[in-house]
């Protein structure tokens, strides 16, 4: 199954304590808590292009499976790391945040995010 696709956040899990765990400041939760988030993914072959946009702030991470990249956080930070693919899922360790991006349906993409024992999910739906 390709991730390729434009996606729109439906629902999100404990976005509140997660944001909190990773440092982010109150006000930019409050702000971003109700934002309906679109995704942009491209797909080809082992190379990936995600293009987040919440609101005004747009995040962009390209990056080829298996080959170390600079991958920017949600928090702005710019971390090396490496994605690994396991089927339909996507995994990296951003900084201590482990993150699993994953093909649930033709339609459905669920993004777990693991920080200090705190889950936080997404699922986000082919627009």
């Known amino acids: 199954m390709s991730f390729s696709g434009r996606y729109q956040l439906e629902s999100q899990e404990n976005f509140e304590p997660f944001m ?8 930019l939760i ?12 491209e797909e080809n072959g ?14 962009v991470n390209s990056f080829t499976i298996g080959k170390e990249a600079e991958l920017e956080t ?4 710019k971390v090396k790391s490496v994605v690994h693919r396991e089927g339909n899922k996507l ?10 991006t ?3 349906d033709a339609n459905t993409i669920l993004n777990t995010m693991t920080v200090a024992g705190i889950v936080y999910k ?5 627009i």
């Open 74 to 77: 949600v928090t702005g930070e």
């Open 30 to 41: 409050q702000k971003g808590k109700d934002i309906k988030s679109i995704s942009e993914i």
């Open 91 to 100: 995994k990296v360790c951003l900084k201590g945040i482990e993150s699993i």
């Open 20 to 27: 909190k765990a990773i440092g982010l400041p109150d006000e």
């Open 46 to 59: 082992d190379h990936f292009k995600v293009t987040v946009t919440t609101g005004s702030k747009v995040l």
């Open 102 to 104: 994953e093909m649930v």
């Open 122 to 126: 997404r699922t986000i739906k082919r």
